[in-house]
């Protein structure tokens, strides 16, 4: 038992509880919905958690620094639309440069985010409310209100969403779901065993002291939202290749959705706490829930932001009553265990043990 | 120690240095020496020019004039990357350390050249290698969070070590600490001078400050006073006044001792007061006119005493009778009818509204006498009360509008105290009243304190620091642990009886009370 407490910190133990809600939710839901436990369920739900997942791993970059991006709502829908409306003028654009397109203009719209809160020292909140209606209008601009067809659009992008990438028995892993599955554990490494990664947790859990710790904060706030841009970059392409029909309010709404993801998800708004594979349990969590109530009561459209926005309370009211306690409790428990009040010793260094 | 320093090179030598912020003199041809092995001491009240003299060391400011040599060769240092390149690092009062992160890699979060991979396991094993070097025991696992201040200070001067310093600069250190915490510190510098460190500490206990310098530096009104080596034992009482003298320019005791007061009306009646799993067994009569002292040491709980009488954590054991009513105390608000205000130690967590300015803060409990009949607070009246506050309490500061976070330590404390006067209590707790500011707003705060008694105010004093109780209080009552040891008059309380009450039987009886004397004496 003392080895388990010791093994599984707070933050793993909340990621276990998430896997655990999650399995009992879709056993919940097999008991309500026929045919639930079927391989299409699950490639339905893999397939719309792709863009959110792909979105809350940059919110969670950001989140972590005591930051937020609320802009990347519109910047998926801007990358979405600009990307569309290119492929439909000219066909032929080879794939992977429309995939760097869509990362980079998602990184440049980031990274100007990035230039008004690290080095213009305004808050987050405010910058990223600001972009989010000014990329929006922009899109509108740029579109003058008409709308990407999936007719206009080339061949290999409207036969993307159905492509498998490779199958566990019945299981299939479609390649869009795959990309999100990349992106959640190539960052997963970045934030725990990558030096610029934990600075990341550092800045957010005392900025002030990471201003004076000798290594370049602000540039790292920068970078955090240059990717959570270059993300949402990222996910703009992956939402073109999944709807094809792309209007002017596309991807709206993705800001609430990614908040949640990473919150669900364990990452602590106030910075320092959380992680990638977090947010992608949390965006599944969400993406579960979202999906099997619209099926088993057919809720209305409405009421899933409300949803949402209970989950984000819930999460937070958890957070602040169970995980302090647990964090306080495993503290208690390694100061005991480990004689880890500081003790200097007199005399010759013997060494802990 | 001494002997070896004058002999060996510098390693960083501040000269002439002078430093102007519109129209004060910062510093003022300011020189100072560091060699390698020996802790300097500067001392000085508050606004004498320590922390710009810490700043322009670590590169947060540039100096108007004068040069910095480290190893005999001149520097110039622009922000606290290069300070800590050239091995030069600060630690202040309130560690800088990363609480979500673990202490090893609180130790080597700024390493440049660890590469970009973590090596989890040779991070651990490094992080404790520096803590054994300086006889530290410490999970290098736990997150930073749990740890006493005490240790996150210890993290943060092993990360100093690993980044080679040379120079460290230890900012009032010791000012959150207890002593046995302090203790522990002093081993830490002790360790550190055998490496040939060079220490700059900042403090303002003088006890510790004479306890551990080699060589301490006045420093007055931006300019260097007097700079000696610390002298032979039997002299250094006398170099210690002289050097107080020296530092706030005219003779001040230390301690200001209250004036008698022929004691009031019985105010309160404290019976068994408790509260379950903190303190109980609390019993005291309180008189107008009265100072009744609260000694103990750290985590004895007499905070928590204060906290009940304000009704910020009421009591749930014992009675309290108020002017001989029997009374439950179970919110601020409650107890501010009665006439009972509360200053805590925590002057900028919980004690003011930094951002606000002077006036704002001290009406902010009493508005409600500010309204007029739209509801609107009165303006002028808010300036008048501040204006009086700010000549009867000798608050320095240009204007009352000025942002109370403007202030000097001393001067905030008077603002704290001004605003909890404006509620015209009757008793008057105020918790580490003295804490962190310098001397001459020591001795004015005690002025005040005396003044209050005389005008018929019952004063509750908790102080750690021991002196400042004995010399201010008609009784003091002695806490341990949660438990009331006993209540003595001013002709029983000597140092001796009061510290044997607050440490137990245990300790006395061993025959450490002696030792702990003289390094409690100013902690307890």
Redesign the interface.
């Known amino acids: 038992m003392n080895e388990l407490r010791r093994r599984f910190q707070p933050e793993q133990i909340r990621e276990l509880v998430l896997i655990g809600l999650i399995l009992a939710l879709a056993l919940f839901f097999s008991t309500q919905i026929e045919n639930y436990l079927h391989p299409r369920t699950f490639t339905r739900i893999s397939t719309s958690v792709a863009v959110v997942a792909i979105v809350a791993v940059g919110q969670t970059l950001v989140i972590l620094t005591r930051n937020i991006d609320l802009s990347v709502g519109s910047i998926v829908g801007f990358t979405a639309y600009a990307t569309g409306t290119m492929l439909a003028a000219n066909n032929d654009l080879p794939p992977l440069a429309v995939v760097l397109m869509a990362v980079g203009m998602g990184a440049a719209m980031g990274a100007l985010n990035g230039v008004l809160v690290a080095y213009g020292r305004v808050p987050a909140i405010i910058v990223t409310l600001g972009t989010l209606a000014i990329y929006r209008t922009l899109l509108v601009e740029f579109s003058g209100a008409k709308s990407v067809l999936t007719s206009e659009l080339p061949r290999w992008l409207v036969n993307l969403p159905p492509l498998n990438a490779f199958s566990i028995g019945a299981v299939e892993i479609r390649l869009l779901f795959l990309i999100a599955l990349i992106v959640v554990i190539a960052f997963q490494i970045l934030v725990t065993y990558m030096t610029w990664g934990r600075r990341l947790y550092a800045i957010g859990s005392n900025p002030e002291a990471a201003r004076v710790a000798g290594f370049p904060a602000q540039r790292m706030v920068f970078t955090a939202f240059l990717l959570s841009g270059a993300l949402a970059g990222l996910a703009g392409f992956v939402f073109l290749a999944r709807f094809g029909n792309i209007t002017v309010v596309a991807g709206q709404g993705i800001e609430l959705k990614s908040v949640a993801a990473a919150v669900v998800g364990g990452v602590n708004i106030n910075g320092g706490i959380g992680s990638p594979f977090g947010a992608f349990l949390g965006a599944l969590l969400i993406d579960i829930i979202d999906n099997s109530l619209i099926r088993w009561l057919a809720i209305s459209e409405f009421w899933r932001n409300a949803l949402l926005g209970l989950m984000i309370l819930l999460a937070v009211a958890t957070d602040t009553v169970v995980m302090n306690r647990l964090r306080k409790a495993w503290v208690r428990h390694e100061l005991q265990t480990s004689s880890a009040s500081l003790s200097v010793e007199q005399g010759g260094a013997r060494h802990a043990t | 120690m001494s002997e070896l320093s004058t002999t060996s090179r510098p390693i960083l030598e501040m000269r002439h240095i002078s430093k102007r912020f519109d129209a004060t003199q910062a510093l003022d041809d300011v020189s100072l020496t560091l060699y390698p092995g020996e802790v300097h001491a500067l001392i000085g009240e508050n606004g004498a020019g320590k922390s710009t003299l810490i700043k322009i060391m670590t590169g947060v400011h540039q100096p108007d004039s004068g040069v910095i040599l480290l190893d005999g060769a001149p520097v110039r240092i622009h922000n606290?990357?290069e300070a800590?390149t050239l091995g030069i690092a600060a630690i202040y009062q309130e560690p800088?350390?990363?609480?979500?992160?673990n202490v090893a890699?609180n130790i080597f979060?700024?390493h440049?050249n660890?590469?970009?991979?973590?090596n989890?396991g040779k991070l651990h094993r490094d992080a404790?290698a520096i803590?054994?070097?300086?006889?530290?025991?410490?999970?290098v696992?736990?997150?930073a969070?749990?740890?006493?201040l005490?240790?996150q200070q210890?993290v943060e001067i092993a990360r100093a070590i690993s980044?080679n310093v040379r120079v460290l600069i230890m900012d009032e250190p010791t000012a959150s600490l207890s002593a046995h915490?302090v203790n522990?510190l002093f081993?830490?510098i002790e360790s550190l001078r055998s490496k040939g460190v060079a220490i700059l500490f900042i403090g303002h206990r003088m006890e510790e400050v004479f306890r551990v310098a080699d060589r301490i530096t006045v420093l007055r009104d931006g300019r260097v006073i007097s700079s000696r080596l610390r002298a032979a034992p039997e002299e250094l009482d006398a170099q210690r006044e002289l050097m107080i003298r020296e530092m706030v320019g005219r003779e001040v005791s230390e301690f200001f001792a209250k004036s008698a007061v022929p004691r009031g009306k019985l105010l309160m009646s404290v019976r068994n007061l408790g509260k379950e799993g903190v303190f109980s067994g609390v019993t005291f009569d309180i008189y107008e006119g009265e100072v009744l002292g609260f000694a103990g040491l750290i985590g004895a709980r007499r905070t928590d005493v204060g906290l009940a009488l304000f009704g910020i954590e009421p009591a749930d054991q014992g009675e309290i009778l108020f002017e001989g009513r029997p009374v439950q105390i179970k919110s601020p608000d409650h107890a501010l009818k009665l006439g009972i205000a509360y200053v805590t130690e925590d002057r900028r967590g919980l004690g003011l509204t930094l951002p606000m300015s002077i006036a704002s803060n001290i009406t902010l409990p009493s508005l409600r006498r500010y309204l007029s009949a739209l509801g609107l607070v009165r303006r002028k009246e808010e300036q008048r009360t501040a204006e009086s506050y700010r000549e009867r309490l000798m608050i320095r500061t240009p204007s009352v509008n000025l942002e109370v976070a403007k202030l000097s330590g001393g001067n905030q404390q008077k603002v704290m105290l001004s605003k909890w006067l404006n509620t015209q209590p009757r008793l008057l707790i105020l918790d580490e009243p003295t804490r962190g500011i310098d001397v001459r707003a020591k001795a004015e705060v005690h002025h005040i304190i005396s003044d209050l008694a005389a005008q018929g105010l019952g004063i509750i004093l908790i102080s750690s620091d021991l002196p400042e109780v004995l010399a201010m209080s008609d009784r003091v009552l002695v806490m341990r642990e949660g438990r009331q040891m006993g209540v003595f008059s001013r002709d029983e309380a000597t140092q001796e009886r009061v510290i044997m009450a607050a440490m137990g039987q245990e300790l006395s009886s061993n025959g450490q009370v002696q030792s702990s004397l003289t390094t409690q004496a100013v902690e307890l």
């Open positions: 606290s990357q800590q800088m350390v990363f609480p979500d992160l890699e979060i700024s440049r660890r590469g970009a991979f973590v989890w404790e803590l054994a070097q300086l006889d530290v025991r410490l999970d696992r736990m997150p969070r749990g740890l006493t005490a240790a210890a980044l915490e522990q081993r830490i």
